[in-house]
């Protein structure tokens, strides 16, 4: 687990601050699927580029929480080099 994702977890104990991680996840998460989309990718192509699975990107367009911080910086590069 990266020191960012300790953080994540432990400031999330704060119902404000987790509240205000939630907000942050769902930006990431329509900024991602909006890219992908500007690019003509499906989330199994996306996610083949990637190396994770469809589902992993599902999670992540979905705005969940639990996504790694390092899963957010793997998908935006692989969008930023295609």
């Not at 960012?4 to 990431?28: C, H, I, P, W």
């Amino acid at each position: 687990m990266s020191n960012l994702d300790f953080l994540k977890q432990e400031v999330r104990k704060n119902a404000t601050v987790a509240e205000y991680f939630d907000g942050v996840s769902l930006k990431m998460a329509q900024e991602i699927l909006n890219i992908r989309l500007k690019k003509g990718l499906s989330q199994t192509q996306l996610a083949g580029l990637a190396g994770f699975t469809q589902k992993t990107i599902s999670r992540i367009e979905g705005g969940d929480p639990g996504v790694k911080m390092e899963t957010y910086e793997k998908v935006l590069m692989v969008l930023n080099e295609n």
